[in-house]
T-cell receptor
Framework: AQSVSQHNHHVILSEAASLELGCNYS??????LFWYVQYPGQHLQLLLK??????LVKGIKGFEAEFIKSKFSFNLRKPSVQWSDTAEYLC????????????FGSGTQLTVLP | DSGVTQTPKHLITATGQRVTLRCSPR?????VYWYQQSLDQGLQFLIQ???????AKGNILERFSAQQFPDLHSELNLSSLELGDSALYFC????????????FGEGSWLTVV
């Protein structure tokens, strides 16, 4: 079965610091990759997604992610974080051609200090 | 606002009881997904319905069941509740069955005491 690993459970940064959150998946076939964000008290929102093509994907709010197939990774980055980026970030994968339900990582709680 | 509506937002019930969580998908979406988010298990896929039919099943307990009605709203029934069932239950919807772009509701907080 596929799995998604997010090794950083809690990241604390100061405003303007750069961010990189790791995401690795275990499935060897073709996958679609997603990053979701959950702000306090709000629903999950899609930040960005990768289906095919350019492995560097740009999302909303200045976030981007790079798909590195050889490393089974889809790390999320932002050059300069803001206090309002404080949230939980979840990486998710679904397998192309299968039942296609999303498998989520355990999430990374990002706290940005003003 | 994602357009996915879940009720109730909060629910406290006793062990052994049964509850029903309701979800109205975004207008036009045919697929409904149910996820459970708990502290120890993270976000786990439970079940997916597409246009009234069960499409995929995940880690859903036998004590839990779901259905999607002709008007496309869905209900998740949780019975013989245990303390460990306390979690945030998310509903999500998508236009098709691919699961490629899904929209989440705000969740229903279930506390079993």
């Amino acid at each position: 079965a596929q799995s998604v690993s997010q090794h950083n459970h809690h990241v604390i940064l100061s405003e303007a610091a750069s961010l990189e959150l790791g995401c690795n998946y275990s499935y060897g076939g073709t996958v679609n990759l997603f990053w979701y964000v959950q702000y306090p008290g709000q629903h999950l929102q899609l930040l960005l997604k990768y289906f095919s093509g350019d492995p560097l994907v740009k999302g909303i709010k200045g976030f981007e992610a790079e798909f590195i197939k050889s490393k089974f990774s889809f790390n999320l980055r932002k050059p300069s974080v803001q206090w309002s980026d404080t949230a939980e970030y979840l990486c998710a994968v679904n397998e192309v051609g299968s039942a296609r339900q999303l498998t989520f990582g355990s999430g990374t709680q990002l706290t940005v200090l003003p | 606002d994602s357009g996915v509506t879940q009720t109730p937002k909060h629910l406290i019930t006793a062990t052994g009881q049964r509850v029903t969580l309701r979800c109205s998908p975004r207008s036009g979406d045919l697929s409904v997904y149910w996820y459970q988010q708990s502290l120890d298990q993270g976000l786990q896929f439970l079940i997916q319905y597409y246009n009234g039919e069960e499409r995929a099943k995940g880690n859903i307990l036998e004590r839990f069941s779901a259905q999607q009605f002709p008007d496309l709203h869905s209900e998740l029934n949780l019975s013989s509740l245990e303390l460990g069932d306390s979690a945030l239950y998310f509903c999500a919807s998508s236009e098709d069955s691919s699961g490629n772009t899904i929209y989440f509701g705000e969740g229903s907080w279930l506390t079993v005491v």
